[in-house]
């Protein structure tokens, strides 16, 4: 987790010459991606999230990732992977919503040959390919109701069974689930089973959008610069004051296509504002009451609380999130007439 904008600081090896971050102990890579490979978190509520999934990255429970479309879902499910007992075995994907019903099941579960029309031999199903690794089962909440079913089954028994067969057998997989929708409403609407969902939520990790973590955007920016091996790896002052005075409805992968766009035009120099795309140097501002200003000390309260909130109460972690010491945070608390729990 790019945690400070000096890395070599914040980092301290780890096994194989890999690095651990000093703030919440994870392995920053998120190997098997082309894109976004790390988790950057120098903003107070990605560095809140990353140490409330330090603990979970350790455990076989489930995991349900929520977040915007675009903010990185499956780049914190494979560090979660990456940071796990399974982290040697696979790490394997589907998108529930990509495939129909009958598509789902043999491509979860496997097929016996003559299983359906097409079936002309067995195969392998995802629960089958990823044993004694992790499988992320990502739109969660568009799995069809049947299927959901048989989800709540393999979860509960540790068992499958191939599409056309008869015979269980059992299966060592751990399961992750991306959705941006909020599954209690799913439930409330019966499009979701609530067997499943109190099954699956054993642990819920909620990724903040990209206009709540500006502090990220440079450093998000500078690694997809270089993973498009641009010439000169910089932008210009005017380019990185329009990539962070930006909105990113689109979030992370908005940003990381914002910045593809500027590296092509930008040739062999720079990345200047006039290579970004039309959207981030001249956004169209919603219609809303301007923000009313406010004093400091109020707006650092109202942080000082929501960091506090995010860690569970624990000082320690606050103020390592916050960037300061145990006995400044202190000050701030009883300063700010801040109800804490003892």
């Not at 999934?53 to 914190?76: F, N, W, Y």
């Not at 394997?92 to 496997?110: D, I, R």
């Not at 270089?226 to 930006?246: C, I, K, V």
């Not at 390592?320 to 202190?330: A, D, E, F, N, Q």
């Amino acid at each position: 987790m790019e945690h400070e904008s000096r890395p070599a600081s914040c980092l301290v090896p780890f096994e194989k010459g890999t690095k651990l971050c000093s703030i919440c102990r994870l392995v920053p890579e998120a190997p098997g991606l082309r894109r976004c490979a790390r988790v950057v978190a120098e903003s107070a509520p990605m560095r809140a999230l990353m140490l409330r999934a330090a603990p979970i990255a350790a455990s076989d429970a489930p995991v349900i990732i929520r977040g915007e479309s675009g903010t990185g879902k499956e780049v914190l499910a494979r560090a979660l992977h990456a940071n796990s007992p399974r982290r040697a075995k696979p790490f394997l994907a589907v998108n529930v919503a990509a495939l129909p019903g009958e598509l789902l099941e043999s491509e979860l579960f496997g097929h016996t040959k003559g299983a359906f029309t097409g079936a002309g031999a067995p195969k392998r199903g995802l629960f089958e390919a990823a044993e004694g690794g992790t499988l992320l089962l990502d739109e969660i909440a568009e799995m069809p109701r049947p299927l959901q079913a048989k989800l709540l089954r393999a979860l509960q028994d540790g068992e499958i069974r191939r599409v056309g067969d008869t015979r269980p057998f059992s299966v060592d997989v751990r399961i992750l689930c991306a959705t941006n929708q909020d599954l209690r409403t799913c439930v409330a609407e019966r499009r979701f089973r609530e067997d499943l969902f109190y099954r699956l939520r054993v642990f819920t990790l909620v990724l903040p959008p990209l206009r709540e973590r500006k502090e990220d955007i440079p450093a998000l920016a500078q690694m997809f610069l270089e993973q498009e091996g641009h010439a000169t790896g910089r932008f210009t002052p005017r380019a990185r004051a329009a990539l962070e005075g930006s909105r990113w409805p689109g979030n992370v992968r908005e940003l990381a296509n914002a910045v593809k766009h500027g590296a092509v035009l930008a040739g062999n120099g720079d990345v200047d504002v006039a290579h970004l795309p039309e959207e981030v140097t001249s956004p169209e501002l919603p219609a809303s009451s301007p923000t009313p200003l406010r004093p400091l000390a109020e707006v650092e309260r109202e942080h000082v609380i929501r960091v506090l909130e995010a860690c569970g109460g624990r000082q320690i972690d606050a103020a390592r999130v916050l960037g300061i010491g145990r006995t400044t945070l202190w000050r701030k608390i009883r300063d700010f007439g801040i109800e804490v729990d003892e």
